[in-house]
């Protein structure tokens, strides 16, 4: 079972609207999260990361959020615009460095 | 994609071919990564190199060789042994074993025919 879990899957949200993704992990010991923007056919681009003691961190129209006590993260966007289309990956480092990965949320922004 | 390039970005394989992808970065890290990239599945680790020779087998290994001859370079051998190669193949490097940024490459999208 993964130790990472992303929902939705996907999402499909109009221009100028927010939307919120979630990331639940169980990764244990847990050094950090961070959140990264896969554009389709090219590599992930980080956004943001949060250590333990972190609750929020924004970049741009982007704030992510950290419950470390229910292992739970969010990524929040913020009008979005069109390109914001794209896959956004949550990914927990643990104590040990190994990156447990989540399958992604799938964002369609339309027009 | 910062200073990592990977090659080819497509490739098309015949069964029972050997294929090597090729990653170089210019970001002066040590360690590189290679990851696959499954529809609906998360990044899975296949070899791992924290310093020049010398390089650790990832969580889906088998079918897959590499070398690390030079700081900058990280190819990865798709042998004729891994029985589902069809794929989207990433790269990444890392120059903080701690706070851990790992920066990709663009990706190559193997294909077997």
């Known amino acids: 079972k993964n130790q990472v879990e992303q929902s939705p899957q996907s999402l499909i949200i109009l221009e100028g609207k927010n939307c919120t993704l979630q990331c639940n992990y169980t990764v244990s010991p847990f050094s950090n999260l961070r959140w990264y923007k896969q554009d389709t056919g090219r590599g992930p681009v980080s956004l943001t990361i949060?250590?333990?003691?972190?609750n929020t961190k924004s970049n741009g129209r982007y704030t992510a959020t950290l419950d470390a006590d229910t292992k739970q993260s969010s990524l929040h966007i913020t009008a979005s615009q069109l390109s914001d289309s794209a896959s956004y990956i949550c990914?927990?480092?643990?104590?040990?460095?190994?990156?447990?990965f989540g399958a992604g949320t799938t964002v369609t922004v339309r027009a | 994609d910062g200073g990592i390039t990977q090659s080819p970005k497509y490739l098309f394989r015949k069964e029972g071919q050997n294929v090597t992808l090729s990653c170089e970065q210019n970001l002066n890290h040590d360690a590189m990564y290679w990851y696959r990239q499954d529809p609906g599945q998360g990044l899975r680790l296949i070899y791992y190199s924290q310093i020049v020779n010398d390089f650790q087998k990832g969580d889906i290994a088998e079918g897959y060789s590499v070398s690390r001859e030079k700081k900058e370079s990280f190819p990865l051998t798709v042998t004729s042994a891994q029985k589902n190669p069809t794929a989207f193949y990433l790269c990444?490097?890392?120059?903080?074993?701690?706070?851990?940024?790992?920066?990709f490459g663009p990706g190559t999208r193997l294909t077997v025919l």
């Open positions: 990914v927990v480092r643990r104590g040990d460095y190994k990156l447990s």
């Open positions: 949060m250590t333990f003691s972190e």
């Open positions: 990444a490097s890392s120059g903080d074993r701690v706070v851990g940024e790992q920066f």
